[in-house]
């Protein structure tokens, strides 16, 4: 243990480490064979849209949902091989992953033509705020309401502020490491100031998934053969395994659960195993996504409503 240290390790004194180290060189050919596969799968799927849904609304947001699971893949394989990086690699797969929830939210107005015929459309619609995570146990203060021009702008503002400060509150830690004021190997403390910022990341994602949700569960019954839920699910996973998954890691390197291994200490293994488990699970979620997203779209109503009115005129 006296040769442990919670500051991730440079190249130099890994590799050197890692020779006899099975584990690891297991967990990196994995990870590189399940990146592969993922970008391959991405390519397909691309393939795929470009060919059977070149005019399928929010063409461009359903490729970047696709591209989300390679790009995790190759920034957790980056993070096993090179530790130093592993703050980057958590600003740039925050972003991405904070983006999706939006990018999400644009796909299934996409299928509405809009956000005018969205509102048009779910008028007589019932929509209701008390649902997970955040308010599902307010059923007296919280009453079923019909969806509003207003009531959309608070669903989108909930979106879009995820977008703006998961990104904005990783540069200020990134800032803070490049300054030595901050290792994301710190424990959370009073006197650590990541210890503020995730707590403000962790209300942020919350309160935009429980915005995702609310607008799902609006539209998913004007959306049939559309696959919401598996569409839904793809994104909210990837976020759940993300952050939850971190969280549970690091609370049991801080408990001494895991051990030092070399000069790699509990906090830095802690985020090792993370990443050999994420370019796992965002392969899977990738398959989910194929599901939810790889099939030709059938012509939603607003198109055929259109295309009567064109034959009467």
Not at 108 to 137: H, V, W
Not at 228 to 244: E, G, H, P, Y
Not at 259 to 279: E, F, I, K, N, S
Request: aromatic share 14%.
């Amino acid at each position: 243990m006296a040769n442990c240290s919670e500051s991730f390790p440079n190249t130099s004194i890994l590799f050197p480490e890692i020779e006899d180290d099975a584990f690891f060189i297991v967990s990196a050919v994995i990870g590189g064979i399940f990146l592969v596969l993922n970008l391959l799968n991405f390519a397909e799927e691309l393939w795929f849209l470009c060919r059977y849904n070149s005019n399928a609304p929010a063409r461009n947001y359903t490729t970047y949902i696709l591209i989300l699971f390679p790009a995790l893949s190759l920034c957790c394989v980056m993070g096993l091989l090179v530790p130093r990086s592993t703050l980057f690699m958590e600003f740039t797969t925050s972003t991405l992953r904070a983006i999706a929830i939006f990018v999400y939210t644009r796909i299934l107005i996409g299928y509405f033509g809009g956000e005018d015929k969205l509102l048009a459309e779910m008028t007589d619609f019932p929509i209701t705020f008390r649902t997970p995570p955040c308010c599902c146990c307010c059923f007296a203060c919280i009453k079923p309401s019909t969806i509003t021009s207003k009531t959309f702008q608070v669903i989108n503002a909930l979106c879009v502020q995820l977008v703006i400060i998961r990104p904005f509150t990783m540069l200020i830690l990134f800032l803070l490491w490049v300054d030595n004021r901050y290792e994301l190997t710190d424990k959370m403390s009073t006197s650590n100031p990541g210890t503020y910022f995730q707590f403000i990341n962790i209300a942020s994602l919350l309160l935009s998934m429980w915005a995702a949700i609310v607008l799902t569960k609006a539209v998913e019954c004007k959306l049939p053969n559309r696959r919401i839920r598996a569409k839904f699910l793809s994104v909210q996973l990837t976020m759940v395994f993300s952050d939850a998954q971190r969280s549970i890691l690091t609370i049991l390197a801080s408990s001494d659960v895991i051990d030092c291994v070399g000069t790699r200490g509990p906090m830095v293994q802690a985020y090792r195993y993370h990443y050999a488990l994420l370019v796992l699970e965002t392969f899977l979620l990738s398959l989910l996504a194929r599901y939810a997203y790889r099939f030709q779209d059938p012509p939603y109503q607003y198109e055929k409503m259109e295309g009567q009115v064109d034959e009467k005129n």
